[in-house]
């Protein structure tokens, strides 16, 4: 832990210079970084393949491409971004001007799951770089051969003074918000989001918190049924349905049900049937997981899949009917590729119910009614969501991405992600041209003039 204290001040030293927050530098470090992923790319796919069994399509796609681009998004629009902003004032402010400066918090610690463990470990860490500070990166300890080769990664890239990579567990975490770091940005469970919170308290360190949940998918009568059921099965079975924004359960109304669940048992067959073999499919992380989601296929009833492999830690996509809310199925975040569908009749009922639910992270909508939509957007609390989708909300650097309640706090993505790990310092700039005189105390018939002045 010694070590931990060291790390620390080294970084609050290093910040202390001015050098993170320099244009050149921040731009730098982010070509630095895409330079360096890049040139790793085929030493995380296998890292991913070993920790998750992750193919290289999905290595790709949902990790290392999605990181480089949002890399390029940055570079480009970051000299806009840093630009103090100029603000109206008030009449009461006559002579005045107004500015916001975006200013780096100084040593920032990132914490992130074992899911998409490239993905969450670099998007938030190319933002807190983007915005000037120092960072440390805590990936997690579940996902190992992925953090060890992130050590390898910036290791020969960045001092540790800028960014660092620490390897371990929850003690390592406990052991870094103990010390002296300026934020704190967490993703994983809520039950840890929690702790690391009231661990954040004792020293008022600011969080961000992207937390899980049960995310609804809502199949309403007049929605494109082969679609919806592709984009669901998708959505859902990606990464064997270890993603937090996977939908963890589907409402279908009555009258189009079964037509839904024909068309999701050739989607399943066309994505992930035969010729997907269960080599080429992401694993179940690990055995307490693994025995937990086959805990799940007793409830109900199996339409789709169920097939399972201890060994292999494989899970087929498999898809459950007759559920209830009070089986556990209904009451846990799934995050493994099993789909329960539950039907209904009345749409404002099941919104009632939702809503009634901690505050999803995410939430999708099949409906190509444009009222019912609005409806549904207006009705229910959610971090983020799709109209006739799923997951694809959070690969736009245009849309911020987080939760709300119990699904976390605070976003990030693009210029979201610069604005989190930067406050906003606001300057007032006062006229010395002039110097209204009925603010001050001995000003003649001060409180009636500021009275007219204020009406
Ligand atoms: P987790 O909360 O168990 O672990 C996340 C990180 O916290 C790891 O680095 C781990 O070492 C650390 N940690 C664990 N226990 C700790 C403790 N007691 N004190 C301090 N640190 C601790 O989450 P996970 O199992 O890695 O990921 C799965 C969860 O994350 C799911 O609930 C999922 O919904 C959520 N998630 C959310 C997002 C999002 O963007 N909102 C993304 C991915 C996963």
């Given at each position: 832990m010694e070590q931990i204290t060291a790390l620390v001040r080294s970084q609050k030293r290093y910040f202390k210079t001015g050098e993170t927050k320099k244009y050149e530098t921040r731009i730098q470090a982010l070509k630095t970084l895409h330079a360096a992923l890049s040139a790793h790319e085929s030493a995380l796919t296998e890292a991913l393949a070993s920790d998750l069994n992750k193919s290289a399509f999905d290595a790709y796609v949902t990790e290392i491409g999605l990181v480089l681009k949002e890399i390029r998004f940055m570079i480009k629009h970051l000299k806009s971004w840093m630009k103090p902003k100029k603000v109206k004032t008030a009449l009461t402010h006559f002579g005045t001007k107004g500015y916001i400066y975006p200013e780096p918090y100084g040593v920032t610690l990132i914490i992130s799951p074992w899911n998409y463990p490239v993905q969450l470990s670099l998007m938030p860490l190319a933002g807190a770089v983007a915005a000037g500070n120092t960072v440390i990166l805590k990936p997690s300890e579940v996902a190992p051969q992925t953090a060890k080769c992130l050590v390898d990664m910036f290791k020969n890239a960045f001092s540790t003074e800028y960014i660092a990579v620490v390897q371990g567990g929850p003690e390592t975490s406990t052991a870094l918000l103990n010390e002296?770091?300026?934020?704190?940005?967490?993703?994983?469970g809520t039950a840890v989001g929690k702790i690391i919170m009231e661990q954040a308290a004792r020293r008022l360190i600011p969080v961000t918190l992207e937390l899980g949940g049960k995310s609804p998918a809502i199949v309403h009568e007049d929605a494109p049924i082969e679609l919806a059921a592709k984009r669901i099965a998708w959505g859902k079975f990606m990464n064997a349905g270890q993603t937090c924004v996977a939908p963890d359960y589907v409402y279908v109304h009555k009258t189009v049900k079964d037509a839904f669940l024909e068309a999701l048992k050739a989607a399943v067959d066309e994505l992930y049937g035969d010729d997907i073999a269960q080599e080429n499919t992401t694993k179940i992380i690990n055995e307490r997981h693994f025995d937990r989601l086959v805990g799940y296929l007793s409830e109900g009833h199996i339409l789709i899949g169920g097939e399972t492999n201890r060994s292999k830690r494989f899970i087929a996509p498999t898809v459950l009917t007759d559920v209830t809310w009070t089986d556990p199925v209904m009451q846990e975040e799934i995050f493994g590729p099993i789909l329960p569908v539950m039907e209904y009749e009345n749409l404002n009922a099941i919104l009632r119910e939702i809503s009634d639910k901690p505050k999803p992270l995410a939430f999708y909508l099949f409906s190509k009614n444009r009222d019912i939509q609005h409806h549904v957007v207006d009705r229910v609390?959610?971090?983020?969501?799709?109209?006739?989708?799923?997951?694809?909300?959070?690969?736009?650097?245009?849309l911020p991405f987080g939760g709300i309640g119990e699904s976390g706090i605070g976003a990030y993505h693009g210029q979201f992600s610069f604005a989190t790990f930067s406050h906003q310092k606001s300057v007032l700039k006062q006229t010395t041209r002039f110097d209204l005189p009925f603010r001050y105390p001995n000003a003649k018939n001060g409180l009636k003039r500021i009275k007219l002045f204020l009406k």
């Amino acid at each position: 832990m010694e070590q931990i204290t060291a790390l620390v001040r080294s970084q609050k030293r290093y910040f202390k210079t001015g050098e993170t927050k320099k244009y050149e530098t921040r731009i730098q470090a982010l070509k630095t970084l895409h330079a360096a992923l890049s040139a790793h790319e085929s030493a995380l796919t296998e890292a991913l393949a070993s920790d998750l069994n992750k193919s290289a399509f999905d290595a790709y796609v949902t990790e290392i491409g999605l990181v480089l681009k949002e890399i390029r998004f940055m570079i480009k629009h970051l000299k806009s971004w840093m630009k103090p902003k100029k603000v109206k004032t008030a009449l009461t402010h006559f002579g005045t001007k107004g500015y916001i400066y975006p200013e780096p918090y100084g040593v920032t610690l990132i914490i992130s799951p074992w899911n998409y463990p490239v993905q969450l470990s670099l998007m938030p860490l190319a933002g807190a770089v983007a915005a000037g500070n120092t960072v440390i990166l805590k990936p997690s300890e579940v996902a190992p051969q992925t953090a060890k080769c992130l050590v390898d990664m910036f290791k020969n890239a960045f001092s540790t003074e800028y960014i660092a990579v620490v390897q371990g567990g929850p003690e390592t975490s406990t052991a870094l918000l103990n010390e002296d770091v300026d934020y704190v940005f967490f993703t994983g469970g809520t039950a840890v989001g929690k702790i690391i919170m009231e661990q954040a308290a004792r020293r008022l360190i600011p969080v961000t918190l992207e937390l899980g949940g049960k995310s609804p998918a809502i199949v309403h009568e007049d929605a494109p049924i082969e679609l919806a059921a592709k984009r669901i099965a998708w959505g859902k079975f990606m990464n064997a349905g270890q993603t937090c924004v996977a939908p963890d359960y589907v409402y279908v109304h009555k009258t189009v049900k079964d037509a839904f669940l024909e068309a999701l048992k050739a989607a399943v067959d066309e994505l992930y049937g035969d010729d997907i073999a269960q080599e080429n499919t992401t694993k179940i992380i690990n055995e307490r997981h693994f025995d937990r989601l086959v805990g799940y296929l007793s409830e109900g009833h199996i339409l789709i899949g169920g097939e399972t492999n201890r060994s292999k830690r494989f899970i087929a996509p498999t898809v459950l009917t007759d559920v209830t809310w009070t089986d556990p199925v209904m009451q846990e975040e799934i995050f493994g590729p099993i789909l329960p569908v539950m039907e209904y009749e009345n749409l404002n009922a099941i919104l009632r119910e939702i809503s009634d639910k901690p505050k999803p992270l995410a939430f999708y909508l099949f409906s190509k009614n444009r009222d019912i939509q609005h409806h549904v957007v207006d009705r229910v609390s959610f971090g983020g969501g799709a109209i006739n989708d799923t997951i694809y909300h959070m690969t736009t650097p245009y849309l911020p991405f987080g939760g709300i309640g119990e699904s976390g706090i605070g976003a990030y993505h693009g210029q979201f992600s610069f604005a989190t790990f930067s406050h906003q310092k606001s300057v007032l700039k006062q006229t010395t041209r002039f110097d209204l005189p009925f603010r001050y105390p001995n000003a003649k018939n001060g409180l009636k003039r500021i009275k007219l002045f204020l009406k």
